[in-house]
T-cell receptor, first 113, second 115 residues
């Protein structure tokens, strides 16, 4: 079946550097994508979203890029901080109403001093 | 914190037993979605409740069932527990079924262990 998945299971980043987390999706009909951050012992926390009619969206220190041609999504974190250490998931909206999300497997980001 | 609470925090059951997990949605939210997150994996959508009715279901067997109450809190019930049901169960509440996830908030989850 079609699914959302991630390329790298673990990403080690030095504090202050930029992080890039990648995600490949296979459902060409998907029109809404979200990035979540999950810290240990907590539920996923919304970071940023993007609709399929856009190819870039920026937030505070984060940028999401969408390449529909190759079905690729990425999250860029600028000036990575120790508090950014977490598991990051991309997700796509499954159905006609939101809240029904299909998540990828996740990438563990480890920020080193 | 998100305002979404779940109970209990942790739970240990044996194979074949039944379990009920609870979720209190954020004030003003009438939609609750449940997810199962196995260790090292992303959450998997179980089902969603909107105004006390099921509003969509993922690929889970009928022994996974739910309820939503008039105050919009929700329960997830799992019958005939199997070892593979061991996971973190997450609920997420939102003000309505819509098309934006920035208004959907997850609770901290209930860690279920089936022995």
């Amino acid at each position: 079946g079609e699914s959302v998945g991630l390329h790298l299971p673990t990403l080690s980043v030095q504090e202050g550097d930029n992080s890039i987390i990648n995600c490949a999706y296979s459902n060409s009909a998907s029109d809404y994508f979200i990035w979540y951050k999950q810290e240990s012992g907590k539920g996923p926390q919304f970071i940023i979203d993007i609709r399929s009619n856009m190819d870039k969206r920026q937030g505070q220190r984060v940028t999401v890029l969408l390449n529909k041609t190759v079905k690729h999504l990425s999250l860029q974190i600028a000036a990575t901080q120790p508090g950014d250490s977490a598991v990051y998931f991309c997700a796509e909206n499954l159905g006609d109403s939101w809240g029904k999300l299909q998540f990828g497997a996740g990438t563990q980001v480890v920020v080193t001093p | 914190e998100t305002g979404v609470t779940q109970s209990p925090t942790h739970l240990i059951k044996t194979r074949g037993q039944q379990v009920t997990l609870r979720c209190s949605s954020q004030s003003g939210h009438n939609t609750v979605s449940w997810y199962q997150q196995a260790l090292g994996q992303g959450p998997q959508f179980i089902f969603q409740y909107y105004r006390e009715e099921e509003n969509g279901r993922g690929n889970f067997p009928p022994r996974f069932s739910g309820l939503q109450f008039p105050n919009y809190s929700s329960e997830l019930n799992v019958n005939a527990l199997e070892l593979d049901d061991s996971a973190l169960y997450l609920c997420a509440s939102s003000p309505r079924p819509g098309n934006s996830s920035d208004e959907q908030f997850f609770g901290p989850g209930t860690r279920l262990t089936v022995l």
